[in-house]
């Protein structure tokens, strides 16, 4: 949406078009809004964006939007998210409302629950660890006889969600958690607010958090690389977009930075399918910091 030219979609035409899908990052509202209103011209429909859950595991579709469905948008209680675990649904004018979006019910052939941290299942609406069973997954990873990924016939995903009428939400991984004054921050909410900063190089923001003995609590460290890596030689424009960034996840969040590093291209460390990796860049930023 933001990167294809207007002259270069002119004569294309998405009518025949059966589905796009939304797949293995965080799915949001606002992207979907973006994608139409750029592309409705060439005959993208609300019914044609998907969303599906997936994962190698599973060989490859867990949960996926019916076709001919628009994905469900949930909006519920930013804040009873994050301190109590439960998606509790509010009006879209709510001061405290944030959206998520289905990713559809579980597919032919598997079983999706959500259990909390004794392995128990958990009714709709309350936050857990995603679990499932179906007839495509893995046994075991191969070589790997330390990982246990199954337990009691169960595959645990380490993404953490909640269910409301068989349709899966996802809110963030169990490992990249971040608990800061008692309240649980996912990591992709606090990036996703960053990118959008004036700035900020879109979708090249992590970040995660930083144990802090004294306070008893972690603390959330961002590092973001900038559009204009020149001016990071300029003290007095660092400060300023770190205040905004700053500024900006006060704002939209529950959560307040205590760390914001400004960084040009080519620091940060990615998968080899392209994602962020928050750990590896976690260890990073520590090490450079204790050097």
């Known amino acids: 949406a933001r990167r294809i030219r207007r002259r270069d979609s002119d004569k294309l035409s998405a009518d025949t078009m059966r589905l796009f899908v939304n797949c293995s990052e965080p799915v949001y509202q606002e992207s979907h809004q973006m994608f139409l209103e750029r592309f409705s011209a060439n005959g993208v429909r609300p019914e044609m964006l998907s969303v599906s859950y997936a994962m190698a595991e599973n060989t490859f579709g867990v949960t996926q939007t019916p076709a001919d469905q628009i994905p469900k948008v949930d909006i519920i209680h930013r804040e009873l998210l994050e301190t109590n675990g439960q998606a509790v649904t509010v009006f879209p004018d709510h001061p405290q409302a944030v959206s998520k979006v289905s990713c559809g019910p579980a597919i032919p052939g598997t079983t999706v629950k959500v259990v909390n941290s004794e392995g128990q299942f958990l009714p709709d609406r309350h936050v857990g660890e995603v679990v499932l069973q179906s007839d495509c997954m893995l046994n075991e990873y ?34 990249d958690l971040i608990i800061n004054a008692g309240k649980n921050i996912y990591p992709q909410d606090i990036e996703a607010i960053v990118n959008d900063v004036k700035g900020v190089h879109p979708g090249r923001a992590v970040a995660f958090g930083i144990e802090d003995e004294r306070e008893g609590t972690e603390l959330i460290a961002v590092v973001a690389e900038v559009k204009d890596p020149e001016r990071l030689n300029d003290p007095a424009w660092r400060q300023e977009l770190a205040r905004t960034i700053r500024q900006a996840v006060v704002r939209q969040s529950m959560a307040s930075l205590s760390y914001i590093s400004l960084v040009g291209p080519k620091w940060l460390i ?22």
Not at 270 to 291: H, M
């Open 142 to 175: 191969y070589k790997r006889s330390d990982l246990q990924p199954i337990q009691d016939g169960w595959l645990l995903t380490g993404d953490m969600g909640y269910l409301v009428n068989e349709e899966l939400f996802i809110v963030g991984r169990s490992k």
């Open 270 to 291: 990615k998968t080899s399918s392209g994602k962020i990796a928050r750990a590896a860049n976690r260890e990073k930023w520590l090490l450079e910091r204790s050097s």
